[in-house]
C-alpha cells in the first residue's frame, strides 16, 4: 500500500461517473430574477420533466417556516447511530501505530511480538519505506478490545532512519531546505492569475501600501473523530464511515481493494462534522478494511483525538504579501498578492480567491505557490484558502483607508462591483450602527472598542448528477431515498420539507432517508453544495410523483389531472376545492404496496449571477494593557437565494461565525521547529471557541433570485464564515490604532504591536 496522501488523503469531490440522463426536449419559463426591489422577467430555457422553478416571493405551506429538526430527538436521546456507535457481533477494535518521527526511512517492523498476543487478531504494516511526518500512520493491529490493541502496539518493533526535515514554512522556502520529497524542491511552481498591468497601476496610484500578514494552520477539530467499521461477506465489503462523501468512499475502496463498485457499500448514518476533511477513504478506512480481511471478522478503527489533529487534514498556514494601489479619491488602481502557503505534504494552499473577487481594480495580479514541509497533509476546510486570503486583503483595505483618509466601509463602497453586497452594505450598516460608532471618540480607559467590516463572497450554485426517489405507501407514508448526508446541517429536514412541499402534504408524513451508497447517487456534502444539488432532485421526484397521484385521484374527483392540486394534505379540484379525497385516502388506492418515482439534478439554467455576497460588521472590546479581545457583536449580511428552513439557515451563519471567532482569537497548530511534533494535539492544548467568548450575532438575509435551479436555493455554510476573521483583524486595528497581521491575535501579540506602533 503506498502512501495514502498521493491517493486518498483529501480527496475532495471525486466524482463518481455515471451514464448521464438522455434529455429529449426543453421549454422556456419566464422568472423574475434578481433581488430585494431589482428584479426583471427573464426567460430561462429549462429541461422538460423539470418543475417549473420556484418564484421569487412565492407562497408556501412547508418551505420557510422555521422547523426544528425531524431528527432532533434521535440525537437528544442518545439513539442517533454515529460511527463510534455501531457495533456488530464479533467485532474487534483497531488501533494505528503512528510514526514519532518528522522523516525517516522505515527500515524495519516486526509485528511479531504484537501477534503472539493472544487478543490480537490481525496485525498489518504500510508499505511505506519513508515516512513524511510524525504521526504517519506505520501499522495497525485489531484486537477484541480496544485496550489490548493499545497494548500491542507497544510490543511492535520499527527501526527508524532519521532524515532531514522541515516542520515550519520559512525553514522550508529556504534554497538549502532538505526537500520533503526526493529530487523536488519544496516550493512549488506558483499559480499566477489576474488582467491588466499592476506595475502601471502601482503608477498611476496616489497612495500604495505593501505588507505581509501571516495566518496559521488550523485543524478541523470535528466532535466526532474520523473513524470506520469495516465487514467482509465474501468479496462484498461493507464500510460505516465517518464520512461527508459516501460514494467517493465507495469508488476508493473499489479501487484500492480492484473490486467492482456494486461490491462495496458505504454507510453514514449520522455525522459529527467534518468541515471539509471526511471527502473519499482516509487511510483509518483502508486500515479498517485491511484488518477486517485478515482477521475475517468486522474491525472498528476509530482516529484519537491526537490522530485527529496529526493526520486528518487542515487548513494550511500562509504568507501573504499584499500590495494595493489607490488614487486620492479611493478607487484602486492595482491589487497584487504574492502567497506562499504550507500544504504540510499534499497541495491546494492558495488564498487568491477573494483578491480575484472581492474588490474592482484595473490591473490585478495573483501568484501562489504552495509549498511542503514534514508536517501532516491540508484538506479542504470550511471555504478552502478564502479566510486566509479575506483576512490579509481586508486588513490592508483598513490600512491603505487610513492613508487615504477615507471611511473604511466608503472605501469598500468605491471598490465593489456587486449590486447585492452594494445593499448588504446599506442592511449591515444601518442595523449594526456603523455611522454612529465610527464618530464615537475612543474611550480614554485601558479597554478600547473598535469596529471593522469584511466582505465575503461564494459559488455554490450546486452541481448535476444527485438523484432521489419518493416512495408514496399505501398507509399515507412517504420515504425520501437519496445517497446524501447530513454532515450536521439539518439535511434531513431540508429534503423532507422540500417533499412536503412540492406533494402538499405535512412534514410529519415524510421519512428521509440518507446516507447509504444503496440508494441513489449523490455529490459528497461539502463546499456549501449539499443544498443547491440535492433539493432539486428530491422536489423534480416528488413532482413527478406528485403527477402520478393526480392521475390516481381524476377518475375519482371527476375532473382532469392538469385540474388538481396538492395542499394542506388535501387532492382537490383547483376551481372547486369542495371537489376534494384526503391524500391518505387517495394512497389508499395505490395498486400494489407503493407508488414512486425518480428524479434527477440536472445542470444548472442560465440564471442571474453565478456568485453570492455577503458582509460582516464586527464590533470588539481590546484590554490594552493585558491583550486581551473580546468579541461583543457580530453583524451577518449574506445573500441566501430561497430559504427552506431559517432555523437551519440560522445555524449555519452562527456556526461560520464562531468558527471565524476561533481562527482570529484562538486557533493555530503548534509545531516544534527542532523536533518536527506538534506540541498541542489535544482538546485541552488546541483552544477553541468556548460558551465565554462567543458574541451576540445578528444575521439578516437578503434573498437572491438567482434561477439556476427548480428549488431556487444556494448553500452559505462557507460564506458565512469568509468574513469573520478579517472583520474582527480590521476591529482589532480600529480599536488600537496599529494593525495586527498575525493570525491568530493572542494577547502578546497585541501588546507587541501597540509597542512597536507606539
Not at 498578492?337 to 500544504?343: I, N, S
Not at 487615504?404 to 442595523?431: C, M, T
Not at 432521489?468 to 423532507?496: K, P, S, W, Y
Not at 439557515?649 to 482570529?664: C, N, P, T
Amino acid at each position: 500500500m503506498r502512501h495514502l496522501s498521493a491517493r486518498l488523503r483529501g480527496c475532495a469531490f471525486s466524482r463518481t461517473r455515471r451514464q448521464p440522463g438522455r434529455i429529449l426536449m426543453s421549454r422556456r419559463v419566464t422568472l423574475n430574477l434578481g433581488f430585494q426591489g431589482n428584479l426583471k422577467p427573464v426567460t430561462v430555457v429549462i429541461p422538460d420533466g423539470e418543475p417549473t422553478p420556484w418564484q421569487f416571493g412565492e407562497r408556501f405551506e412547508t418551505v420557510g417556516r422555521p422547523t426544528p429538526r425531524i431528527d432532533g430527538a434521535l440525537k437528544v436521546a442518545g439513539a442517533a447511530r454515529y460511527t463510534y456507535d455501531i457495533s456488530m457481533p464479533g467485532m474487534l477494535y483497531g488501533a494505528i501505530l503512528r510514526s514519532p518521527m518528522p522523516h525517516a526511512r522505515v527500515k524495519r517492523v516486526d509485528l511479531s511480538r504484537a501477534r503472539r498476543l493472544s487478543a490480537v487478531r490481525a496485525a498489518i504494516r504500510m508499505d511505506d519505506t519513508v515516512v513524511r511526518f510524525a504521526g504517519q500512520e506505520v501499522a495497525a493491529v485489531a484486537a477484541v478490545d480496544y485496550e489490548t490493541a493499545l497494548d500491542a502496539l507497544g510490543l511492535i518493533e520499527v527501526e527508524y532512519e532519521p532524515l532531514p526535515f522541515v516542520a515550519d514554512l520559512d525553514s522550508a522556502m529556504r534554497p538549502d531546505a532538505p526537500p520533503v520529497f526526493e529530487g523536488g524542491s519544496n516550493v512549488q511552481r506558483p499559480t499566477v492569475n489576474g488582467h491588466g498591468d499592476v506595475k502601471r497601476g502601482f503608477a498611476e496610484a496616489s497612495a500604495v501600501h505593501e505588507a505581509v500578514y501571516l495566518t496559521p494552520v488550523q485543524t478541523h477539530v470535528s466532535l466526532e473523530v474520523h473513524g470506520s467499521v469495516a465487514h467482509w461477506d465474501g468479496d462484498e465489503l461493507t464500510v460505516w464511515s465517518s464520512t461527508q462523501g459516501i460514494f467517493t468512499v465507495r469508488d476508493d475502496l473499489a479501487v484500492y481493494f480492484n473490486l467492482p463498485r456494486n461490491k462495496v457499500r458505504v454507510i453514514c448514518e449520522y455525522l459529527g462534522g467534518g468541515f471539509g476533511s471526511k471527502f473519499g477513504a482516509k487511510p483509518e478506512t483502508v486500515i479498517a478494511a485491511r484488518l477486517a480481511r485478515e482477521a475475517n471478522a468486522p474491525v472498528k478503527v476509530m482516529c484519537t483525538r491526537e490522530g485527529e489533529h496529526l493526520a486528518t487534514g487542515n487548513r494550511p498556514d500562509a504568507i501573504q504579501k499584499v500590495r494595493l494601489g489607490a488614487r486620492h479619491d479611493g478607487k484602486l488602481t492595482a491589487i497584487e498578492l504574492v502567497q506562499h502557503g504550507g500544504g504540510g505534504i499534499s497541495g491546494g494552499s492558495g488564498s487568491a480567491g477573494p483578491f480575484l473577487s472581492l474588490y474592482h481594480s484595473p490591473n490585478l495580479r495573483t501568484e501562489e505557490s504552495n509549498v511542503f514541509t514534514n508536517t501532516g497533509p491540508c484538506s479542504p476546510m470550511r471555504a478552502p484558502g478564502w479566510p486566509q486570503g479575506c483576512f490579509a486583503l481586508e486588513l490592508a483595505m483598513d490600512e491603505l483607508a487610513r492613508k487615504l483618509s477615507i471611511d473604511r466601509l466608503e472605501f469598500r463602497r468605491l471598490n465593489n462591483s456587486n449590486p447585492v453586497r452594494a445593499l448588504e452594505f446599506d442592511i449591515g450598516a444601518k442595523l449594526f450602527g456603523w455611522k454612529e460608532k465610527s464618530a464615537a471618540p475612543k474611550s480614554p480607559g485601558p479597554l478600547k472598542r473598535g469596529i471593522g467590516v469584511a466582505s465575503a463572497a461564494w459559488h455554490a450554485l450546486g452541481a448535476s448528477g444527485p438523484q432521489a426517489r419518493v416512495i408514496a405507501h399505501r398507509d399515507g407514508r412517504v420515504e425520501v431515498l437519496m445517497g446524501t448526508q447530513d454532515i450536521g446541517t439539518g439535511t434531513r429536514t431540508v429534503l423532507a420539507m422540500v417533499a412536503a412541499e412540492e406533494l402538499g402534504v405535512e412534514l410529519s408524513r415524510i421519512d428521509c432517508r440518507i446516507g447509504d451508497t444503496r440508494y441513489p447517487f449523490s455529490v459528497p456534502s461539502g463546499g456549501s453544495m449539499t443544498t443547491p444539488s440535492t433539493t432539486p432532485a428530491v422536489r423534480q421526484a416528488a413532482a413527478h410523483l406528485k403527477e402520478k397521484l393526480l392521475r390516481l385521484a381524476a377518475p375519482v374527483l371527476g375532473a382532469e389531472p392538469s385540474d388538481l392540486e396538492a395542499r394542506a394534505g388535501v387532492i382537490r379540484v383547483r376551481f372547486d376545492p369542495s371537489r376534494s379525497m384526503p391524500f391518505a385516502d387517495l394512497c389508499r388506492r395505490i395498486p400494489g404496496d407503493s407508488l414512486s418515482a425518480e428524479g434527477e439534478r440536472v445542470p444548472n439554467y442560465e440564471g442571474y449571477r453565478n456568485d453570492q455576497a455577503g458582509c460582516q460588521f464586527v464590533e470588539v472590546e481590546v484590554d490594552t494593557e493585558l491583550g486581551i479581545v473580546r468579541v461583543l457583536r457580530v453583524v451577518a449580511v449574506h445573500d441566501a437565494g430561497q430559504i427552506i428552513d431559517p432555523l437551519t439557515a440560522r445555524s449555519q451563519v452562527h456556526g461560520g461565525v464562531l468558527m471565524g471567532v476561533g481562527y482570529a482569537l484562538f486557533e493555530a497548530r503548534r509545531m516544534d521547529p527542532r523536533l518536527g511534533v506538534m506540541v498541542n494535539p489535544t482538546m485541552d492544548d488546541y483552544k477553541l471557541v468556548g460558551p465565554l467568548d462567543v458574541p451576540e450575532i445578528e444575521v439578516r438575509f437578503v434573498e437572491v433570485a438567482n434561477g439556476f435551479n427548480n428549488t431556487g436555493v444556494m448553500g452559505f455554510g462557507e460564506p458565512a464564515h469568509v468574513a469573520t476573521a478579517a472583520a474582527i483583524g480590521c476591529a482589532v486595528y480600529d480599536a488600537i490604532g496599529v494593525p495586527v497581521r498575525s493570525l491568530p491575535i493572542t494577547p502578546d501579540r497585541v501588546l507587541a504591536a501597540m509597542e512597536a506602533g507606539a
